[in-house]
């Protein structure tokens, strides 16, 4: 309740100007635009060919677009009041579309043939939503600030890479607390997760 009464407070006072910078980093860093950079980022740094970038994008990006079209549906059917799905029930649903759609992703990359570091990638990014999903109960878990910190770890070895996801991954952090949609709890459990699931792809992957 507490938590909820924080997110619903705090935009009001705050400026437009910050509002707008915190809008746009939330878009910047959203999941659906950053996992599909991240994946072909990836792939690039670990000397991928062109083939195999091709086939991540393809794959991550579909995931992306299905969860927009998802999403965009809810909103449209008045099942769900924003595309972001800050409402428990909503969060659910999402959770229970998104992780199987990554999982299914993943299985399809590996049934034909992609390199181990694709269909890795995916699936841990299923396993950070089913995390969130059994927490809901408790705190409403921001992926978003998840997916930039695990999308970071994705780019390791390229210290440019990482540091440069990173300084997105805070500046989206940052932005989640301006516009009211998670508490500060919420927002370092999201960071924990994505470098638990970036230290697990470093151990699995590579």
Avoid: C, N
Avoid at 29 to 40: E, K, R
Avoid at 61 to 90: F, N
Avoid at 105 to 130: D, E, I, K, S, W
């Amino acid at each position: 309740a507490l938590a909820q009464r924080w997110r619903l407070s705090r935009p009001m006072g705050t400026p437009a100007l910050r509002l707008q910078l915190a809008r746009l980093l939330s878009v910047a860093g959203h999941p659906a635009l950053l996992i599909p950079l991240a994946v072909v980022g990836s792939g690039w740094v670990h000397g991928a060919p062109a083939a195999v970038l091709q086939a991540g994008a393809a794959a991550s990006g579909a995931v992306a677009i299905g969860v927009g079209l998802y999403s965009l549906r809810k909103v449209r059917q008045g099942h769900w009041t924003h595309m972001d799905a800050s409402v428990p029930q909503e969060r659910g649903e999402l959770h229970r579309f998104l992780e199987p759609l990554l999982l299914g992703a993943a299985a399809l990359l590996a049934a034909t043939g992609q390199p181990l570091v694709l269909a890795t990638g995916l699936a841990l990014g299923a396993a950070m939503v089913g995390a969130a999903h059994g927490l809901r109960r408790w705190l409403k878990v921001s992926l978003h600030t998840g997916f930039g910190v695990f999308a970071a770890a994705l780019l390791w070895p390229s210290v440019a890479g990482v540091l440069a996801l990173a300084a997105l991954a805070l500046g989206v952090a940052w932005s989640r607390l301006v516009l009211g949609r998670h508490a500060p709890a919420e927002v370092l459990v999201g960071g924990g997760l994505g470098l638990l699931g970036g230290a697990a792809f470093q151990v699995l992957a590579l």
